[in-house]
């Protein structure tokens, strides 16, 4: 009763007689939550944060052992941005009214939010029993079980959620991507389809069934991308103003924006490291847009390179662009895209003049006007798929990406055969890429090689379930189980290690690997894979031809088994080429950062002039009368440069 | 219950209301206890909070509490609540070695080495109370007693990486380097991933003086992929040692960028780089000279420093009536003072007391040590010329300027705070002629001389001269020479040892010419042996020159005077004040000496005829005779 008098009067404005209130509320329920909120909130009205916390503490000094106080305690660190000391706070609040549903409800929260899965999961278990009818907890912890790569787990509780709480759309994304992750691709685009159905408007569903659609056999093509870009460019809406300002340099050192949460030990870093260290620091100034702060080597070597460097964090969209386009960043490249933590409609508010599209989540194309260009090579999107991308491709000389091989990889391994007698095949990849027609493939290799066995090898199968699930995907395929073995996650040094028992590495298709294409070939073992036509079917074949392997690419499952079993019969010159592959690697252009750096500084240039050309043509054809119209913008003009032909 | 927005009791004047669950203080303690063991200090600490003002419960409290503030880096704090707790448990050395850490980390060495001793003395064999001695000794510069300890805590636990590392640190700050790169190798072997033990072992080798192999070792770092701003430093540092400044530059830039807080790598690589600001930051000169200080004389005398006697000459030639006593010199201040060697230079000349200022404590600690400095303060000169209030009839600013890069401002407020006549010091490094300032590549800023006429008419003083000096030797041989970089030289006088004395007494008046006996040229203290440099030039009031010869009394003042005891021989004057023992042994040399015992030659060559007219009987070729 009070407490509903103290939040109408903050509501009215009044907050000092609400905070009255709360206070009343508190001191006879110490535990109540609510009160708690509305306490700091009526704080934040009459005083600075600093004071505001300032006066919680002495409140709480008085009386010690009330849970209000750090309830309020931590709503203001919240708002004021600080998760840590919030989570302190809330702890304690824990202690001192253990059961209250919604303290657990609010630790479980922020230590989902602050990526401690282990101690996020237990509170958020005991919440949900206290408060089932939240549906947020649950969607939390199938967040939390997912970044464990607990699917089995995962896929129960959402299976729950949905029993109890209908098909709710943010409910069935998540289911969409746990049966992804799992293999199971058809279930997993009905699910993001009817998710789409059930959203009204806008895009997070989309982007959701995008980031589902090219793992699955039938529907993963190029043209069926190209028109789920399109969809999503439709749901965006009009385009907003531009943000960058003119006029720009012709000539001159190029600002460079790199927009990623994965600017460190991920595959974007690996990928992308090598190349942006050798670009010449005279001609390209970079500054990173960080979307998720990491700290390790890789993060490092990064943040020792890049001039200008932004965590962006939680920022909205509107605000990433915001500083971009303050920073005057000339070409900005994504490397997010529509993947796991990745921002691509920042690019929408158009902050940079040229903005290009290159490593992570690169399938296929965005379908997004705002991006110009893509980065890519001669064989990732050779001239006749031009009609499935929106960007204009922008072809490097050699490979799209430069790849850093990892300092603490340890030496090639002997050949695993010439021991054993008989081959062993891997495949290390993601499970979400393994489809119905590869498992048919693997089954008649193994069923033409006798002797020969299967090693599987993801983090999710660390899980029981997800193994069981898969063995039985097994054997309706018709792959024999004893010769199947299925292995869980490994640190990344033990995982390099473990290649040393593979003799051939088996891609799967229409998504091929990436980066484990890289690193097996880095640890000695070819790869055979099959090429189709989006984006990420052709990953393995721009890996395969930049280290001169072309020919262990096929077009067709049929010619897929027949090629890995025929270079399974030739134990000698597998041999030969497992002992040869690090030394060709390394001298290839794939691993030549130096080869790749003028590439792509050429690149990068050639995309600044022809904007350049077209904000000249643009002008000229504006004339006089629009001369006088434009406001001549704050420029960034290096004195010693010319300009472009702007409005002077 | 009434409660206004203001509230109703002060804090503390109440005792806190006792929890209404009697378990739950118990469950907060053991909590607590739990997550600072699991390294989560900021979450405890609201529970420490509780539990602060509890009956019975202090000490437990106060030390977790320590524990935890000194875990988020609120020293003060935890400095309170770890003496609390060592005032509640005395000889407790868990408290001990906690605080000893807390005041390592505040700077307050003595304390933390007291701390730490009475720990390892509570407990000797910890061998962590050791490793927390060792580092406050290293702290404090006793390396040798830090290498002992460090080398216990180590011997405790060989295969301990961070007390390899500790060890290491200490061998290569006592100056020992084999030892010290040894230890490290072995510890990079074995914990390659360990932060910055790659960066020790470079650095050890720069400080060895090995620059090559300073820049393989942290090069080979960076390839294996070690990127840590102090990785990058050393190499670019080594680089530098090693003359390759292009090559530094890219590292400056990459350390500066990889530590944002740090002002001495920003200044360096915004120098390398060519990006100048208008100043060296407050913290590069600190960071700078803090880690110079205990070394700086010694490397500035042996670089042939010059400045301190620069401005004494100029003093005097500027003020004759100072040079020439008859007044002495008025209020003096030095800005950049650094160790005092300008207060030394004028140290006789000081009528007034002579107030020093510098950004760096650990050179103002060298300066009061000279005991010359009526004042030390510790800021920036413009903050101290602002907040100064005197006239001053000297300022003196040695080899500050060239952290400056506009002069402008410090020019007028020098002018503010001098008296009227007083006089202004300073040396700069000569710029080229067209800019005004420039920031070089090691790090120091250059001034134009035109730059400079501008700023001293804008600021009001007169320019009563310019004088173009080789102040110190570089190693690039581009000292504070002219634009060109002309190789400096000190002016070096050789004396050949076979040079007769006679020769090079020419010019001593009432001297006699004779070629015999030569003098020796170097006496030697018959108690010490000590070559004792000759006194006086030319003939004084004791000076055997100035003796009959051919009698008997001369020729006994002559002995006497020759063979008195050296004086101004500390083993002497100490043996004979008595405060030493003499040696009982049985030639006494401690006494005077009767001449005959000892000085034969001298008593035959009284009888001996002028000239010689034999040859001597020593083989030619053969050394000259020495005296013993």
């Known amino acids: 009763m009070e407490f509903a008098a103290a939040r109408l009067a903050l509501h009215r404005g009044e907050a000092a007689s609400a905070l009255e209130g709360a206070a009343t509320v508190l001191t006879q329920r110490p535990a109540h939550a609510g009160a708690a909120r509305l306490l700091a909130e009526a704080l934040l009205a009459l005083h600075e944060p600093t004071a505001a916390l300032a006066e919680v503490a002495v409140r709480a000094k008085a009386d010690p052992f009330v849970a209000g106080w750090p309830l309020a305690a931590a709503q203001l660190h919240e708002i004021a941005g600080d998760p840590a000391a919030a989570i302190a706070e809330l702890r304690t609040a824990e202690m001192l009214a253990p059961g209250e549903a919604e303290i657990q409800a609010a630790l479980g929260r922020m230590l989902a939010a602050a990526g401690r899965g282990a101690e996020a999961e237990a509170v958020l278990r005991t919440a949900i029993i206290h408060r089932p009818t939240d549906l947020d907890l649950r969607n939390l912890l199938a967040t939390v079980l997912w970044k464990a790569n607990r699917l089995g787990a995962m896929l129960e509780m959402l299976d729950s959620a949905i029993a109890e709480f209908g098909l709710h759309p943010t409910l069935l994304m998540n289911r969409a991507l746990a049966l992804n992750a799992r293999g199971e691709q058809d279930a997993a685009l009905a699910a993001a389809d009817a998710a789409v159905a059930g959203s009204e408007g806008g895009t997070a569903a989309l982007v959701n069934r995008m980031a589902v659609l090219p793992y699955h056999p039938g529907q993963g093509h190029a043209a069926v991308l190209l028109a789920a870009g399109q969809d999503i460019a439709a749901e965006l809406g009009p385009v907003p103003p531009p943000l960058h300002r003119r006029p720009r340099a012709r000539r001159g050192r190029l600002r460079i924006g790199l927009l990623s949460g994965g600017l460190g030990v991920h595959p974007v870093g690996w990928l992308t490291l090598a190349g942006l260290e050798a670009l010449p620091e005279a001609e390209f100034e970079l500054a990173a847009y960080v979307l998720k702060s990491r700290q390790d080597q890789l993060a490092a070597r990064f943040r020792a390179r890049c001039a200008i460097w932004r965590e962006m964090g939680e920022a909205e969209d509107a605000t990433i662009a915001a500083a971009i386009a303050a920073d005057g960043v000339d070409v900005l490249v994504d490397l997010g895209g529509y993947g796991e933590g990745g921002r691509p409609f920042v690019l929408h508010h158009r902050p940079a003049p040229v903005q290009v599209k290159w490593v992570g989540a690169q399938f296929s194309t965005t379908g997004l006007p705002c991006i110009d260009w893509m980065l890519t090579d001669r064989w990732e999107t050779p001239p006749e798929h031009d009609c499935f991308y929106t960007e204009r491709s922008l072809r490097l000389p050699d490979g799209y990406v430069c790849y850093t091989p990892p300092p603490y990889a340890p030496p090639v391994a002997p050949l695993p055969a010439s021991a054993r007698g008989a081959v062993t095949f891997g495949c290390f990849n993601n499970l979400a890429k393994v489809t119905p027609a590869v498992l048919a493939a693997w089954a008649r290799i193994l069923a033409d090689l006798p002797g020969s066995r299967l090693v599987l090898r993801t983090p999710v199968l660390g899980e029981a379930a997800t193994r069981e699930a898969l063995r039985h995907r097994l054997a309706a395929a018709g792959l024999p189980p004893g010769r199947v073995l299925l292995e869980g996650g490994l640190p990344h040094r033990d995982l390099l290690a473990a290649y040393g028992g593979i003799d051939i590495a088996l891609d799967p298709f229409p998504y091929t690997g990436g980066l484990t294409v890289c690193e097996a070939l880095w640890m000695g073992v070819p790869v055979v894979a099959l090429a189709g036509d989006s984006f990420c079917a052709r990953h393995a074949l721009s890996h395969l031809s930049n280290v001169g392997l072309p020919d262990w690419v096929a077009t067709t499952p049929e010619s897929y088994a027949a090629l890995a079993v025929a270079r399974a019969r030739d134990l000698p010159a597998l041999a030969a080429l497992r002992e040869g592959l690090r030394p060709r690697m390394q001298a290839s252009p794939l691993c030549d950062a130096p080869r790749f750096a003028r590439g792509l500084a050429q690149a990068l240039r050639s995309a600044w002039q022809d904007w350049c050309d077209g904000a000249d043509q643009a002008d000229s054809r504006a004339g006089a009368s629009a001369r006088a119209a434009i406001q001549p913008g704050v420029s960034r003009i290096s004195p010693s440069e010319a300009s472009c032909a702007g409005p002077a | ?628």
Not at chain 2, 205 to 210: F, K, N, P, S
Not at chain 2, 365 to 394: M, N, S
Not at chain 2, 540 to 568: D, V
């Open chain 2, 1 to 628: 219950m009434q409660m206004d927005t203001g509230f109703p009791m002060a804090p503390g004047s109440l005792p806190p209301a006792a929890p209404a669950d009697a378990g739950l203080a118990e469950r907060l303690l053991d909590r607590a206890r739990l997550l600072l063991q699991g390294r989560r200090p900021l979450e405890a600490l609201p529970m420490l909070d509780r539990l602060d003002r509890l009956p019975g419960l202090e000490g437990a409290v106060a030390i977790l509490r320590a524990e935890a503030l000194f875990g988020l880096a609120r020293l003060e704090e935890a400095a309170a609540a770890a003496d609390t707790a060592i005032a509640e448990g005395p000889g407790d050395p868990h408290r001990l070695q906690l605080r000893a850490r807390i005041r390592l980390a505040r700077g307050e060495r003595p304390g933390a080495i007291d701390d730490a001793a009475a720990a390892v003395m509570a407990v000797p064999s910890d061998p962590g109370a050791k490793a927390v001695l060792g580092a406050a000794l290293l702290e404090d510069r006793r390396f040798d007693e830090a290498v002992y300890f460090l080398g216990k805590a180590f011997r405790a636990d060989p295969a301990n990486p961070m007390s390899q590392a500790r060890l290491g640190q200490a061998f290569m700050l006592a100056g020992r380097h084999e030892a010290a790169a040894e230890i490290m190798a072995h510890c990079e072997l074995h914990a390659p991933a360990m932060p910055g033990i790659a960066a020790l072992r470079a650095q050890n080798a720069l400080l060895a003086g090995d620059a090559a192999l300073a820049a393989t070792l942290a090069g080979a770092a960076l390839a294996r992929g070690v990127a840590e701003a102090s990785v990058h430093s050393t190499l670019a540092h080594a680089l530098v040692a090693a003359g390759r400044l292009m090559d530094a530059a890219p590292h400056f830039t990459a350390a500066a960028r990889l530590a944002p807080q740090d002002h001495y790598l920003a200044h360096l690589a915004a120098a390398a780089s060519g990006t100048a600001s208008d100043r060296a930051t407050d913290g590069y000169v600190a960071a700078l000279f803090d880690g110079y200080a205990p070394r700086f004389e010694g490397a500035l005398l042996s670089l042939g420093y010059r400045v301190p006697g620069l401005f004494r000459r100029a003093v005097e030639r500027l003020l004759p009536a100072v040079a020439a006593g008859e007044a002495r010199l008025g209020p003096v201040l030095d800005l950049g003072c650094g160790t005092g060697l300008v207060g030394v230079a004028l140290s006789d000349l000081l009528g007034d007391p002579l107030v020093g200022v510098d950004l760096s404590r650990g050179m103002l600690e060298q300066a009061a040590a000279k005991g010359l400095y009526a004042e030390l303060r510790l800021a920036e000169i413009g903050a101290a010329l602002r907040q100064d209030t005197g006239a001053h009839a000297l300022i003196a600013a040695g080899d500050v300027f060239c952290y400056l890069g506009r002069l402008e401002e410090v020019l007028d407020l020098c002018r503010q705070r001098l008296a009227p006549g007083g006089l202004l010091l300073f040396s700069v490094e000569r710029g080229p002629q067209g800019s005004a300032w420039q920031l070089g590549q090691s790090g120091r800023y250059a001034h134009a001389p035109d730059y400079l006429e501008t700023c001293l008419a804008a600021a009001g003083l007169a320019a009563l001269e310019w004088r173009e000096e080789d102040i110190r030797l570089d190693a690039g041989g581009a000292g504070a020479g002219p634009d060109g970089g002309r190789p400096c030289r000190r002016p070096l006088r050789w004396r050949s040892p076979r040079a007769p004395a006679w020769r090079l007494a020419k010019d001593a008046t009432a001297r006699p010419s004779r070629p015999w006996p030569r003098a020796r040229r170097s006496r030697r203290c018959h108690c010490c042996c000590e070559p004792q440099p000759r006194a006086t030039a030319g003939p004084g009031p004791g000076s055997i020159w100035a003796l009959p010869w051919h009698n008997w009394a001369g020729w006994w003042r002559r002995c006497r005077i020759w063979n008195a005891p050296r004086t101004n021989c500390p083993s002497w004057r100490s043996r004979m004040s008595g405060s030493v023992p003499s040696p009982g042994c049985g030639v006494n040399r401690n006494a005077p000496q009767p001449p005959f015992a000892r000085h034969w030659r001298a008593t035959r060559a009284m009888f001996r005829p002028w000239p010689p007219s034999r040859p001597s009987r020593r083989k030619p070729g053969a050394s000259p005779k020495r005296r013993r």
